[in-house]
């Protein structure tokens, strides 16, 4: 059975009544008065609001003392509201006209300086005179708002399974698309029309990096034509309702790969395995990165890995957890994350292998299975 209620764009109103609870508590925890959260991520995180972000402040404000929060929102803006879990909270919702001061409203509902954090998603715009009307500059909520949406509850891990489920329906298609003769151009529109028909409501990203532009990690398209030969880097991502990213990384030979190329390859491989068979809980996220880094380091090809082995991912495609050198965070259930490590030889060919894991009680739910090797096509 689905974890959304009756509208697929959010999730049941009690789980943003726990998330609200909890961000407020944890603010106290940190010594806060109170979280400001503009449109964004997180915002959509504890509201389940696809409000965006205008020149007209609109903000909710979560007391740390445990009062009722409020959403503060220009009048013109409330039916941006109306398929968020405001109503339903019981959210004191303070609406303003052109000529009204939203951030002295904003400045109302809290103590005089407050403490508080804001966040990292709002723009200087509002920023600078909230502080104003605040009477001390916030600091950013990404420390208190980290420690819940870095682990994901059984609605989101839900939601994350159908992505990842979505985006390898593509790559398994991958072959009506990527051939001998075509542009990265023409590839990327059929990948994108495949995103939507296999259940994304968008195509946050494709990469198709061909030959040589596949030896840049983030090349999106071009009009460069695939050739007999090319090693192919397809990157492909974007967000089921109600919002959680897929991201999934595969690459491709067009015909039977030199075998430098397939021996270079199968390193890759392995470093993969390695990274993901290390999660769990417990382990850091540099024990993580080290799995990969160190057995491409151990044949040689250290220099060519230029990119961290993996990002958080969820409402944003990439958020916390990082799983780079020098995070020494360790890994716990329900955590979410990309394991991508990637060879890059310029002016040559490139090769990322990547899957989304989830943590589990005794190590990880990879929920991308397409074969991990290199996918030959016709050549």
Same mark, same amino acid.
């Given at each position: 059975?689905?974890?959304?209620?009756?509208?697929?764009?959010?999730?049941?109103?009690?789980?943003?009544?726990?998330?609200?609870?909890?961000?407020? &508590?944890?603010? @106290?925890? &940190?010594?806060?008065?109170?979280?400001?959260?503009?449109?964004?991520?997180?915002?959509?995180?504890?509201?389940?609001?696809? &409000?965006?972000?205008?020149?007209?402040?609109?903000?909710? !404000?979560?007391?740390?003392? /445990?009062?009722? $929060? +409020?959403?503060?929102? #220009? @009048?013109?803006?409330?039916?941006?509201?109306?398929?968020?879990?405001?109503?339903?909270?019981? %959210?004191?919702?303070?609406?303003?006209?052109?000529?009204?001061?939203?951030?002295?409203?904003?400045?109302?509902?809290? #103590?005089?300086?407050? @403490?508080?954090?804001?966040?990292?998603?709002?723009?200087?715009?509002?920023?600078? =005179? %909230?502080?104003?009307?605040?009477?001390?500059?916030?600091?950013?909520?990404?420390?208190?708002?980290?420690? %819940?949406r870095m682990v994901k509850d059984d609605a989101e891990i839900d939601a994350l399974r159908r992505a990842g489920q979505a985006i390898d329906r593509v790559h398994a298609r991958m072959g009506e698309f990527l051939k001998v003769g075509r542009t990265e151009a023409?590839?990327?529109?059929?990948?994108?029309?495949?995103?939507?028909d296999e259940g994304h409501t968008e195509a946050a990203f494709v990469i198709v990096g061909s030959g040589p532009h596949g030896a840049d990690p983030h090349h999106e398209v071009s009009e460069r034509v695939v050739e007999s030969g090319d090693v192919v880097v397809?990157?492909?991502?974007? #967000?089921?309702?109600?919002?959680?990213?897929?991201?999934?990384?595969?690459?491709?030979?067009?015909?039977?790969?030199? =075998? /430098?190329?397939?021996?270079?390859? $199968?390193?890759?491989?392995?470093?993969?395995?390695?990274?993901?068979?290390? !999660?769990?809980?417990?382990?850091?996220?540099?024990?993580?990165?080290?799995?990969?880094?160190?057995?491409?380091? &151990?044949?040689?090809?250290?220099?060519?890995?230029?990119?961290?082995?993996?990002?958080?991912?969820?409402? +944003?495609?990439?958020?916390? #957890?990082?799983?780079?050198?020098?995070?020494?965070?360790?890994?716990?259930?329900?955590?979410?994350?990309?394991?991508?490590?990637?060879?890059?030889?310029?002016?040559?060919?490139? $090769? @990322?292998?990547?899957?989304?894991?989830?943590?589990?009680?005794?190590?990880?739910?990879? !929920?991308?299975?397409?074969?991990?090797?290199?996918?030959?096509?016709?050549?």
């Amino acid at each position: 059975m689905s974890s959304l209620g009756a509208s697929t764009s959010r999730f049941p109103t009690t789980i943003y009544a726990d998330r609200i609870a909890r961000a407020g &508590a944890l603010a @106290r925890d &940190a010594g806060l008065d109170g979280l400001l959260i503009t449109p964004g991520p997180d915002l959509r995180y504890l509201l389940g609001s696809r &409000a965006e972000s205008f020149e007209r402040l609109t903000c909710l !404000v979560i007391p740390a003392n /445990g009062d009722t $929060a +409020s959403v503060v929102v #220009p @009048r013109l803006e409330l039916a941006a509201l109306t398929e968020s879990a405001t109503s339903e909270l019981g %959210l004191t919702v303070r609406d303003w006209v052109d000529g009204v001061n939203p951030y002295a409203l904003v400045s109302g509902l809290l #103590p005089s300086p407050a @403490r508080t954090a804001v966040t990292d998603a709002m723009p200087a715009l509002h920023l600078i =005179p %909230l502080s104003e009307a605040l009477g001390a500059l916030p600091v950013l909520a990404t420390e208190v708002l980290r420690e %819940l949406r870095m682990v994901k509850d059984d609605a989101e891990i839900d939601a994350l399974r159908r992505a990842g489920q979505a985006i390898d329906r593509v790559h398994a298609r991958m072959g009506e698309f990527l051939k001998v003769g075509r542009t990265e151009a023409e590839v990327a529109a059929d990948i994108t029309a495949a995103i939507l028909d296999e259940g994304h409501t968008e195509a946050a990203f494709v990469i198709v990096g061909s030959g040589p532009h596949g030896a840049d990690p983030h090349h999106e398209v071009s009009e460069r034509v695939v050739e007999s030969g090319d090693v192919v880097v397809i990157d492909i991502g974007g #967000p089921v309702e109600p919002g959680y990213n897929s991201d999934s990384t595969r690459t491709y030979s067009m015909g039977e790969p030199d =075998p /430098g190329v397939a021996k270079k390859f $199968a390193v890759l491989e392995k470093a993969q395995a390695a990274a993901v068979a290390l !999660v769990r809980p417990g382990v850091t996220a540099e024990a993580v990165d080290a799995a990969a880094r160190d057995l491409l380091a &151990a044949q040689g090809l250290a220099e060519v890995f230029v990119h961290r082995t993996g990002h958080g991912i969820g409402l +944003s495609v990439h958020e916390e #957890p990082y799983i780079v050198s020098g995070n020494a965070i360790e890994l716990t259930e329900g955590m979410a994350f990309s394991v991508e490590p990637g060879i890059y030889f310029r002016g040559e060919w490139g $090769a @990322r292998i990547e899957d989304i894991v989830i943590v589990t009680a005794d190590g990880c739910e990879p !929920v991308n299975t397409r074969p991990h090797g290199l996918t030959v096509l016709p050549g």
